[in-house]
């Protein structure tokens, strides 16, 4: 019998281990319309009779597990036994006590130790992992906020305050189970509760693989992304998420369909997708295991005009195209733009996502999110909310690395980049009335904040492939370029800085 029960605790040790160094990502990750990863655990629907028990459980360890949290490193506290809680919780208790620390080599005895210890909680607090700003209870804010490693040019940091925009938060009343906020996952240890003073997260857009050389190779994208997740990697504190906000990749088989001298089939579009999506993979799938990763479809991932097959291809690649997810008490919800740019391909698409949209937001103000932040791939509006295309006059000129022009005013008009106001109203009205706090994009190839009459910043990052400059962009407080956005958030405000690479 102690043989049977060593070998349990061996295995529970190996699936904990794997678990931290082995982080889903891409449609691992990105699946049931949420994001899965293992230090931003998610609520999940409860039970009535698990209300109560959870809030035992809780009150049994919260003073001496903060004890030896918070108490700083003379506080005296008991060991807090964690082995019964769900192996999420353990892993965020492993990792805030150092599991990924030089000192633990991940051998069979110090595996073996983990499980049945837990990692004591006893640590000193000034031996806590750098990366502590991801684990709840292990944060202690320092004014000397997390700097991109390296050579990076960071741009004016932008701050913003939002009390206007906050949603009412409602108390949850325990005896109704069927409040939608009785929820819990791993315990009280989930997402939905403001664990952190503060915490961060990094936005990416058009990574683009194949852009510069039109889909002959793509060497020069790779080593941008390759960059900027080295970057990333060195951040301390680390980032909760990086969200990469569409065109992973350029080619898409519809750019190239019934051209003219088109130098590829429709069989050789597939065939270099599939390629530069497993680039992308591998490049990404660098960043370090401690970050989650949510990747978004752009245009050149699913068509100009998609439809329910290109949007699968990309469900098969990188997950589900449209999701939302807790992180340290806001709420972010991922958003497939390119149905609301043209649903003409699969209208029931975007009504399905609009009903999902409304529900998921409006879940997020009922639970009292300290903040909603929604990302896409298209900016919703350029410079005005109301704006039309003959009110853009602008155009961003055709990059020098595709060769002459064909004439002088030749390049991307800005009405090609935002959405159209009829379907674009669809989605900001239910912004508006839900309190979004601001809006994260992509797809200009440049840098553009903006804010809308009610008071949502609207931020489009410059991409990780070409940038453009459009001559109808007013002037900007921030540097264009090539690099990717900080965000830091702190309860009823966030601020941000475009880094430069």
């Known amino acids: ?43 999940e629907p409860r039970q009535k009779d698990a209300i109560t028990t959870t809030k035992t459980r809780k009150d049994d360890m919260e003073s001496d597990y903060y004890c030896n949290q918070r108490g700083g490193e003379n506080a005296v506290c008991k060991d807090v036994n964690t082995k019964s809680l769900p192996l999420g919780e353990q892993i965020k208790i492993a990792i805030a006590n150092g599991v990924k620390s030089d000192g633990f080599d991940g051998s069979a005895v110090q595996m073996k130790d983990l499980h049945n210890n837990n990692a004591s909680t006893t640590t000193p607090r000034n031996n806590v992992s750098p990366t502590s700003t991801l684990d709840p209870y292990a944060f202690i804010y320092n004014d000397s906020h997390a700097q991109p ?127 530069q999506n497993k680039d992308f ?121 595709w060769g002459p022009p064909p004439s002088l005013d030749a390049g991307f008009p800005d009405h090609y980049f935002h959405i159209k106001r009829e379907n674009r109203q669809l989605a900001l009205n239910l912004f508006r009335e839900y309190g979004v706090t601001a809006s994260f994009c992509g797809h200009f190839h440049q840098n553009l904040v903006s804010k809308t009459k009610w008071g949502m910043h609207h931020i489009v990052t410059a991409p990780l492939s070409i940038y453009f400059e459009s001559t109808g962009k007013p002037l900007q407080e921030e540097e264009n370029g090539v690099g990717f956005r900080l965000i830091r958030v702190r309860q009823g405000h966030f601020e941000h800085e475009f880094v430069k690479l």
């Open 281 to 401: 993979q591998d490049a990404w799938g660098q960043l370090d295991d401690r970050v989650a990763l949510v990747c978004l479809c752009g245009n050149h991932d699913v068509g100009n005009r998609p439809t329910r097959s290109s949007i699968q291809r990309f469900n098969r690649a990188f997950g589900d195209d449209y999701l939302s997810f807790w992180c340290n008490g806001t709420f972010n919800v991922v958003v497939n733009t390119n149905t609301f740019s043209n649903p003409d391909g699969a209208p029931e698409l975007l009504d399905q996502q609009l009903e999902w949209l409304e529900r998921e937001l409006k879940h997020a103000k009922e639970c009292g999110a300290d903040q909603i932040f929604a990302f896409g791939h298209h900016p919703w509006f350029l410079y005005n909310e109301d704006e039309v295309k003959d009110d853009l006059v602008g155009v961003s000129p055709f990059p020098n690395e």
């Open 1 to 43: 019998m102690a043989r049977a029960n060593s070998a349990e605790a061996d295995a529970a040790a190996i699936e904990l281990w794997d678990l931290i160094h082995h982080t889903p990502r891409f449609s691992s990750s990105q699946k049931d319309r949420t994001l899965y990863h293992p230090l931003l655990v998610q609520p």
């Open 149 to 275: 490693a390296g050579d990076g040019n960071p741009s004016k940091i932008l701050m913003h305050r939002d009390d206007q925009l906050q949603p009412e938060v409602l108390v949850e009343d325990e005896n109704t189970s069927d409040s939608i906020c009785n929820r819990t996952g791993a315990g009280d240890m989930n997402e939905m509760n403001r664990r952190s003073v503060e915490h961060s997260f990094v936005v990416c857009a058009d990574t683009q693989f194949g852009m510069r050389d039109l889909n002959e190779s793509w060497e020069f994208e790779l080593e941008i992304s390759r960059r900027t997740v080295a970057k990333i990697n060195q951040m301390r504190p680390l980032p909760a998420f990086v969200s990469v906000c569409g065109d992973l990749v350029d080619m898409e088989f519809s750019f190239y369909e019934n051209k003219p001298k088109s130098p590829f089939s429709m069989d050789m579009c597939h065939e270099i997708q599939d390629k």
